[in-house]
């Protein structure tokens, strides 16, 4: 089964909530990139395709983060199968339409100069990151509270510089264990399932 074709499965088999379908709808929809487009331009799964693939890397990573005794048993982490693919899935929604194919002169092996294909980041609806899939996703269905945060949230204390921004990504952990799951799932799979060991060495 290929990605794209997991990631409808996934969805369809554990999303049940009113407007999901329509929200599906519009990630297969011709003017949609979702299956297409990378998860970034230069960093974790920088490839056509990366989005929907870190996708299902994020929702494996937390499925397995919370299945942890530890998780259940002493930390009181119960969420609901709807929930962890919901948070997961679509915590990257914002990267749809917003990477386009650029070329720049690159040598080669043999030193002559060729063009070669590049991601550019051209977002047209600069709304932040995490707080933009959850307004991407809220005209479709509705989000209960720990799931808003949780996507808003997920990047965690990454390019916070501010002072109030670290206390609220704190704050938002303590409130919301669930921002804290998934930021821990999306940097695990970035880190350790998308980009290259080679370059830790």
């Not at 074709?5 to 519009?26: N, P």
């Not at 294909?117 to 933009?132: A, R, S, V």
């Not at 808003?148 to 965690?156: C, D, E, L, Q, V």
């Amino acid at each position: 089964m290929n990605a794209r074709d997991r990631f409808i499965e996934v969805f369809k088999s554990k999303i049940k909530r009113e407007g999901a379908d329509k929200l599906l709808d519009f990630i297969c929809s011709p003017s949609s990139d979702f299956f297409t487009a990378p998860a970034s331009a230069r960093y974790h799964s920088a490839y056509e395709g990366g989005l929907c693939e870190h996708s299902l890397n994020v929702y494996d990573c937390l499925c397995e983060y919370l299945n942890r005794p530890v998780a259940k048993e002493k930390y009181g982490l119960n969420y609901s199968d709807e929930s962890i693919a919901i948070v997961s899935l679509l915590h990257d929604i914002c990267k749809m339409n917003v990477y386009k194919t650029s070329y720049r002169n690159v040598k080669n092996e043999q030193g002559q100069w060729e063009k070669v294909p590049y991601f550019e980041f051209d977002d047209t609806l600069p709304y932040g990151h995490g707080e933009k899939s959850v307004y991407m996703i809220t005209p479709f269905m509705k989000l209960t509270r720990e799931e808003a945060f949780a996507i808003r949230y997920h990047m965690g204390f990454s390019n916070v510089e501010s002072s109030i921004a670290i206390n609220s990504v704190g704050k938002a952990f303590e409130m919301f264990p669930l921002a804290f799951a998934l930021s821990t799932a999306d940097m695990e799979a970035t880190y350790y399932l998308e980009t290259d060991r080679s370059k830790r060495k």
